[in-house]
């Protein structure tokens, strides 16, 4: 842990305080230059392209940072909206210097997968900030599940049904691409995956004790048969599960039944 807080101390000494306004203000510009020249297809020239940055186009592992969401000029806004509503919480929860970090270790995975994937010999495989914003919205969705927006402008979704939703599908594009795709998408989510290490493990924890409890509780429960005229409402035994047992009305309780056992024990509910 003090190593952590010493490495975070002096990388945030380099981390770009507001780093989410930066970025946005590039899409914007990359936006407007994609939408007023499309003939020129601008955005092919800021793709992540390992055989193209080993040609000497070395801006590319920079520019791939700044394509915008989407090319529609209406629906960007609203995306870039949400993303820099997402980088500000983040930055805020963690600091300058734990977001910067978890947006670079998403940059550079995207990279270096892309950098594999050419060395393998895969063509036609290009990186951009499609996974990189998504894991933005899996960290947030994580630390703010409870925060709702609107989708369509109308229906009020909590941003962590939307976050499942979108776990589905990275999983499900992990099942029909092919294995270079499926590293460079592991390796693209690799920053959540590395700061929630715990929290998700945490919560499989808790899943699997919940479920040990879950059995237990049924293991114990016997169900009265649905013919029985008599059913102990604290052991749920019945004249059929358990013939030598008498059974007695409580009317102090309610007129509740009880086995003659816990009709003795039991304390009056008013």
Known sequence: MRRT????????????????VYLIAFQVMCLFMIVGQPQSHFEQKLVFDAARVMQGEWWRVITFLFLPPIENPVFAFFAFYFFWLMGTALESHWGTARFNLFLLIGALATIGSGFLAYALGAEGIGGTNVYIGETVFLA???????????????????????????????????????WVEKAMLVAAVGNYLLF???????????????????????????????????????????????????????????????????????????
């Open 5 to 20: 807080n010493r490495f975070l101390a002096a990388f945030g000494r380099i981390a770009i305080p507001n780093i989410t």
């Open 140 to 178: 947030f969705a994580t630390l703010y599940p409870d925060f709702q927006i609107y989708l369509f402008f109308i229906l009020p979704v909590k941003v962590k049904y939307l976050a499942i939703l979108t776990g589905i599908m990275l999983c499900l594009q992990l099942l029909v691409v092919g």
């Open 196 to 270: 929630f290490s715990g929290d998700i493990v945490e919560l499989i924890r808790r899943g699997k004790s919940r479920a040990r409890q879950k059995m237990r509780q049924s293991a114990l429960y016997v169900p009265p048969s649905g013919d029985a005229m008599h059913c102990c409402c604290v052991c749920k035994a019945t004249e059929k599960t358990h013939p030598d047992y008498e059974f007695r009305y409580c009317s102090e309780c309610g007129g509740k039944c009880y086995c003659l056992q816990h009709q003795k024990e039991h304390v009056h509910q008013q």
